[in-house]
């Protein structure tokens, strides 16, 4: 019945979700998951085709400090193919597929609104620092559960970078990472505490970017497990890794001997070298 947009191997969903719930539920760090070759290929070549210009038009351009990326607004920017595509992957089979997968025990709600959600884009240099999601739906008053994202790079390569990163909860090490490659679909539960982002600089081909349609889902309240004082509603949530912190220490050394004449800087540093 679903052949049209699944591949073949995952068709029957009932059972894809059954028996693909504990892996979600067990995974670290946190309850995810990714499947690759889940769609039909050729359906989602459509999709692919429809892929706009992002660096055009009315897009977000989602330039600063945790952030290097352009993503689109609505459904103003999507094709007939893509049109069909989320209306699938908002339908009741496709969201009672991931309520069994997830273990959700709430009625998943899609966002009609694509808030936040639909083509994701980031060129040759940009990034998406490690952040947990805003985690509560404004327009719907509505909390968020769970976030899926289904890449469209063909031919990525691992040099490129643009791995999608999920972290442990004391920002101490990536526990997983997956290659954006066309076809994969990567699903997992937003809290307060699902680290994950693609934190290195793309170094794809100067013609090249890394591409991904992103469905967030959501229910009228979570279970108290997920709560966090002082959390219950927030915006996007940015970490630093060790890496970053050392880098912004570089940079602020960087910016001192920029602007310290040369005699006082060798002076301080000459007392460093003799403590």
């Not at 899926?148 to 909860?169: A, C, Q, S, V």
């Not at 101490?172 to 307060?192: D, G, M, R």
């Not at 013609?207 to 991904?212: A, F, M, V």
């Amino acid at each position: 019945m679903y052949e049209k947009y699944l591949n073949k191997e995952y068709a029957d969903l009932q059972k894809v979700a059954d028996q693909f719930k504990e892996n979600y539920k067990n995974a670290s760090p946190f309850p995810s998951i990714s499947f690759k070759n889940f769609f039909n290929p050729e359906f989602l070549e459509k999709v692919l085709s429809e892929f706009p210009d992002l660096s055009k038009g009315s897009s977000l351009k989602l330039k600063h400090e945790n952030s290097n990326k352009l993503a689109s607004k609505g459904v103003e920017r999507f094709g007939q193919y893509t049109i069909e595509f989320t209306s699938f992957l908002n339908s009741e089979p496709f969201l009672n597929f991931l309520r069994i997968l997830t273990s959700i025990e709430r009625q998943l709600i899609p966002d009609p609104y694509f808030f936040g959600g639909g083509f994701h884009e980031i060129k040759k240099g940009g990034f998406l620092k490690i952040h947990s999601d805003f985690n509560f739906h404004d327009t719907l008053k509505l909390d968020r559960r769970l976030n899926i994202l289904t890449y469209l790079n063909k031919d990525w390569k691992e040099e490129y970078g643009g791995h999608f990163e999920l972290w442990d909860e004391k920002m101490e090490k990536c526990e997983s990472k997956i290659l954006p490659e066309f076809n994969t679909l990567a699903l997992f539960s937003t809290t307060s505490l699902s680290y994950h982002g693609h934190p290195n600089p793309l170094d794809c081909p100067d013609d090249r970017s890394r591409k991904s349609l992103a469905l967030y889902y959501y229910s009228n309240g979570r279970p108290d497990n997920e709560i966090i004082s002082g959390l219950e509603e927030h915006s996007t949530l940015y970490q630093k890794r060790k890496e970053d912190n050392t880098s912004f220490k570089s940079s602020l050394k960087k910016l001192a001997k920029d602007f310290t004449p040369p005699i006082i800087f060798r002076g301080i540093q000459n007392l460093k070298n003799t403590k």
